[in-house]
Nanobody, 125 residues
Framework: QVQLVESGGGLVQAGGSLGLSCAASGSIFSFNAMGWYRQAPGKEREAVSC????????YYADSMEGRFTISSDNAENTVYLQMNSLKPGDTAVYYCAGALFRTVIACESYGMDYWGKGTLVTVSS
């Protein structure tokens, strides 16, 4: 049973930083791609950032590029999302996901096979 467990969410002031972690139950190399998504209240889920374990390529949504950084620790089977210069509009539940069976090109959520339960990030103004 594949499990993804997010941690690191919390309350932060606008302009601040926060780091999220996603611990996988197995090797992240078993996934074709891993990524972070978020869903704000009343809004649809949107992609934040993804990376391919096949070629190392990364994807960032336009509004996050330059502020967010995705990384991984392969030995710890953990994927990270470092978020800087946070804005109130970044408030959302952040989910970690992994694509085990499909090739994900542009962080499309329908390509992901496994999802964590999410961690809440609240950015105050």
């Amino acid at each position: 049973q594949v499990q993804l467990v997010e941690s690191g969410g919390g309350l932060v002031q606008a302009g601040g930083s926060l780091g999220l972690s996603c611990a996988a139950s197995g090797s992240i190399f078993s996934f074709n791609a891993m990524g972070w998504y978020r869903q704000a209240p009343g809004k649809e889920r949107e992609a934040v950032s993804c990376f391919s374990t096949i070629d190392g390529s990364t994807y960032y949504a336009d509004s996050m590029e330059g502020r967010f950084t995705i990384s991984s620790d392969n030995a710890e089977n953990t994927v990270y999302l470092q978020m800087n210069s946070l804005k109130p509009g970044d408030t959302a539940v952040y989910y970690c996901a992994g694509a085990l069976f499909r090739t994900v090109i542009a962080c499309e959520s329908y390509g992901m096979d496994y999802w964590g339960k999410g961690t809440l990030v609240t950015v105050s103004s």
